[in-house]
């Protein structure tokens, strides 16, 4: 009996072409050595707003038919570990925060209302094809009046002692909120890319707070309130990929990880570590000087738009950096968006 085998090869000029195999009869050239290198948790992507009112647009079929690709076990993605924002991403239809009273520290007034509307709903969808799916979540922002200057597109976190207990009260209602209405978040990351002052909700850190608020402030407030869920040192960046040469900044690791890691009391807090866009460079210092602690690469670098034949091919590269220094997942930014909406913060330019 011979058997043959199908499978699929793209090219510049030819792509997803089916190629045919037959098996022949030189012996295969492989050793197996039995060494073993990190744990693949998984692949996944970003729930955003601006998705799920992309999916309002296809009718039942074509929506099951995204669902079942992206979520389910024998779907083409498979995608099984995936991100959500903590309020407004810069995919969010409005910029918002879950308390936007000043002055409420003691977070009375707390609210996940908004999130019913698009994110819940799609998540809920998404769990309806994957029941094991994984969350992680993080803030582009803070709430505005826990920042200065008051605004979600600029700023730091206020370094005051009841503004830093309230940002951690803050991550605990999220989580307990999710879990009442049946979402388990597995994962917070304090912050979306910490380095970078960007035209959509954002918020500024450097190491030594990132260091302080989780020592301090987060951590304890997830063991006082008995959370599971795991704290990452993540989401780590920089605004843009040529930043460094260009104006010789840097992520470096001395400045965040590095730092945040070596204070055994924030340390004793922290899973794993998430890198993104120039956080790269870094990544390859961390899992060597880290090796026990888990990482991921938490947002894809997006293209222009275009699907190009280049783009496909620095995104390999990255896939072969990240797994090479040792990420267990990498996370795709938007799944599903409208044609017009691929530009970066299309539609977050109204508060």
Same mark, same amino acid.
């Given at each position: 009996?011979?058997?043959?085998?199908?499978?699929?090869?793209?090219?510049?000029?030819?792509?997803?072409?089916?190629?045919?195999?037959?098996?022949?009869?030189?012996?295969?050239?492989?050793k197996?050595?039995?060494?073993?290198?990190?744990?693949?948790?998984?692949?996944?992507?970003?729930f955003?707003?601006?998705?799920?009112?992309?999916?309002?647009?296809?009718?039942?079929?074509?929506?099951h038919?995204?669902?079942?690709?992206?979520?389910?076990?024998?779907?083409?993605?498979?995608?099984?570990?995936?991100?959500?924002?903590?309020? !407004?991403?810069?995919?969010?239809?409005q #910029?918002?925060?879950?308390?936007?009273? =000043?002055?409420?520290?003691? +977070?009375?007034?707390?609210?996940?209302?908004?999130?019913?509307?698009?994110?819940?709903?799609?998540?809920? @969808?998404?769990?309806?094809?994957?029941?094991?799916?994984?969350? &992680?979540?993080?803030?582009?922002?803070?709430?505005? #009046?826990?920042?200065?200057?008051?605004a979600?597109n600029? $700023?730091?976190?206020?370094?005051e002692?009841?503004?830093?207990d309230?940002?951690?009260?803050?991550?605990?209602? &999220?989580?307990?909120?999710?879990? @009442?209405?049946?979402?388990?978040?597995?994962?917070?990351?304090?912050?979306?890319?910490v380095?970078?002052?960007?035209? &959509?909700?954002?918020?500024?850190?450097?190491?030594?707070?990132?260091?302080e608020?989780?020592? =301090?402030?987060? $951590?304890?407030?997830?063991?006082?309130?008995?959370?599971?869920?795991?704290? #990452?040192?993540?989401?780590?960046?920089?605004?843009?990929?040529?930043?460094?040469?260009i104006?010789?900044?840097?992520? =470096?690791?001395?400045?965040?990880?590095?730092?945040?890691?070596?204070?055994?009391? !924030?340390?004793?807090?922290?899973?794993?570590?998430?890198?993104? #866009?120039?956080?790269?460079?870094?990544?390859?210092?961390t899992?060597?000087?880290?090796?026990?602690?888990?990482? +991921?690469?938490?947002?894809?670098?997006?293209?222009?738009?275009?699907?190009?034949?280049?783009?496909?091919?620095?995104?390999?590269?990255?896939?072969?950096?990240?797994?090479?220094n040792?990420?267990?997942?990498?996370?795709?930014?938007? +799944?599903?968006?409208?044609?017009?909406?691929?530009?970066?913060? !299309?539609?977050?330019r109204?508060?």
């Amino acid at each position: 009996m011979t058997f043959t085998f199908n499978g699929y090869s793209t090219t510049q000029d030819s792509s997803w072409k089916e190629l045919t195999f037959a098996p022949t009869n030189e012996s295969a050239n492989l050793k197996l050595t039995g060494e073993q290198h990190q744990l693949v948790e998984g692949f996944g992507g970003c729930f955003n707003e601006l998705g799920y009112m992309a999916l309002s647009h296809l009718n039942e079929d074509q929506r099951h038919e995204v669902f079942h690709s992206l979520f389910h076990p024998e779907g083409d993605h498979k995608f099984n570990i995936c991100r959500l924002p903590i309020g !407004a991403s810069d995919y969010a239809e409005q #910029w918002y925060s879950h308390n936007e009273v =000043d002055g409420d520290v003691a +977070m009375e007034h707390f609210s996940i209302e908004r999130d019913f509307k698009y994110l819940i709903p799609y998540i809920k @969808e998404a769990l309806s094809y994957n029941p094991n799916l994984q969350f &992680f979540a993080s803030p582009w922002s803070p709430p505005t #009046w826990m920042k200065s200057p008051k605004a979600y597109n600029y $700023g730091t976190l206020r370094w005051e002692k009841d503004i830093l207990d309230a940002y951690a009260l803050y991550f605990v209602k &999220f989580v307990q909120a999710y879990r @009442e209405a049946g979402i388990t978040i597995h994962q917070v990351h304090v912050q979306n890319e910490v380095i970078a002052d960007q035209k &959509f909700p954002s918020c500024m850190w450097t190491g030594e707070q990132l260091r302080e608020f989780i020592a =301090d402030y987060l $951590g304890p407030a997830f063991d006082k309130h008995g959370l599971d869920t795991e704290i #990452w040192l993540g989401t780590i960046n920089a605004p843009d990929p040529w930043e460094e040469l260009i104006k010789k900044k840097t992520n =470096d690791f001395d400045e965040y990880a590095g730092l945040v890691l070596s204070d055994p009391k !924030a340390y004793s807090y922290i899973k794993g570590v998430g890198y993104q #866009w120039a956080g790269k460079n870094a990544i390859q210092r961390t899992a060597a000087s880290y090796p026990e602690l888990r990482y +991921m690469q938490t947002e894809n670098e997006c293209g222009d738009g275009n699907n190009s034949w280049n783009y496909a091919k620095y995104v390999y590269n990255l896939y072969q950096h990240y797994f090479s220094n040792g990420v267990n997942a990498y996370i795709y930014w938007n +799944m599903v968006l409208n044609p017009k909406a691929a530009a970066r913060g !299309a539609g977050s330019r109204t508060p």
